[in-house]
């Protein structure tokens, strides 16, 4: 899978939009994984759900593994 990197930036903050674009997914399998435990923990800013640039790009490197089974 080709992954599209935002430089070297790796401290950047996605929204479900562009996790979606680097997964491969619709917005709403995003929500829906998040949801249900099978992504990296988001980051709460108020109202609004982030995701680390650098947690994404590790996740998908290790082959997205459901972060409940990456906990036991």
Not at 41 to 54: A, V
């Amino acid at each position: 899978m080709e992954r599209k990197h935002a430089g070297d930036n790796t401290d950047q903050l996605l929204d479900s939009d562009q996790v979606a674009k680097l997964v491969g997914c619709h917005k709403r399998s995003v929500s829906r994984m998040a949801a249900n435990g099978q992504m990296p923990k988001s980051l709460k800013i108020g109202k609004l759900t982030r995701w680390s640039l650098k947690t994404i790009t590790e996740w998908i490197d290790a082959g997205c593994p459901s972060q409940k089974e990456a906990s036991k």
